[in-house]
T-cell receptor
Framework: AQSVAQPEDQVNVAEGNPLTVKCTYS??????LFWYVQYPNRGLQFLLK??????LVKGSYGFEAEFNKSQTSFHLKKPSALVSDSALYFC??????????????FGQGTTLQVKP | DADVTQTPRNRITKTGKRIMLECSQT?????MYWYRQDPGLGLRLIYY???????NKGEISDGYSVSRQAQAKFSLSLESAIPNQTALYFC????????????FGPGTRLTVL
């Protein structure tokens, strides 16, 4: 079965420190992986995606993610956290189960709390 | 987010009432999706549509129905609302050439009393 797991419900980090939000996946084909961010009272905003190519993907707001095929992981990272990065983060993977439907499977979300 | 709009943004209703949530998009995408978000469960797919004549059930379609009135409009209905349908509902769009990056509306917070 295809799935996405975000093992941490919440990540706490001090402003200025590096942050990592973890994601692991299980898919039947080549993984198309995504990170989205949800600010309070807002919809999900796209941060970045991995389709193919370089394992380090750069995205919006200074975020990047590292694709690791052997560990089936796609962790979100940022070198220096900002208080404004505090939000709910979702990892997602393309669903191969029914062909090219555009469906995504989402993880349960990780709340990032950046403290001043 | 302005490319995908949802109405209403908030709604409180009573058990047994029929309610419709509406989604419109100006991105010109052919594919549209309805999700619900519950704390700790992430987003779960309710229905999705490839065009006005192609509508498909997602993983949690029971108790819901949809209508694709035009390429740009996709409505979600709760035929007889129940309290466990209290959730945040999102509409999303994509096209077949975008490697499945989806664009989300701002969400509708629905409370069923």
């Amino acid at each position: 079965a295809q799935s996405v797991a975000q093992p941490e419900d919440q990540v706490n980090v001090a402003e200025g420190n590096p942050l990592t939000v973890k994601c692991t996946y299980s898919v039947s084909g080549n993984p198309y992986l995504f990170w989205y961010v949800q600010y309070p009272n807002r919809g999900l905003q796209f941060l970045l995606k991995y389709i193919t190519g370089d394992n380090l993907v750069k995205g919006s707001y200074g975020f990047e993610a590292e694709f690791n095929k052997s560990q089936t992981s796609f962790h979100l990272k940022k070198p220096s956290a900002l208080v404004s990065d505090s939000a709910l983060y979702f990892c997602a993977v393309r669903d191969y189960g029914t062909g090219n439907t555009g469906k995504l499977i989402f993880g349960q979300g990780t709340t990032l709390q950046v403290k001043p | 987010d302005a490319d995908v709009t949802q109405t209403p943004r908030n709604r409180i209703t009573k058990t047994g009432k029929r309610i419709m949530l509406e989604c419109s998009q100006t991105k010109g995408h052919d594919r549209m999706y309805w999700y619900r978000q519950d704390p700790g469960l992430g987003l779960r797919l309710i229905y999705y549509s490839f065009d006005v004549k192609d509508i498909n059930k997602g993983e949690i379609s029971d108790g819901y129905s949809v209508s694709r009135q035009a390429q740009a409009k996709f409505s979600l209905s709760l035929e007889s609302a129940i309290p466990n349908q209290t959730a945040l509902y999102f509409c999303a769009t994509t096209d077949s050439s975008s490697y499945n990056e989806q664009f989300f509306g701002p969400g509708t917070r629905l409370t069923v009393l």
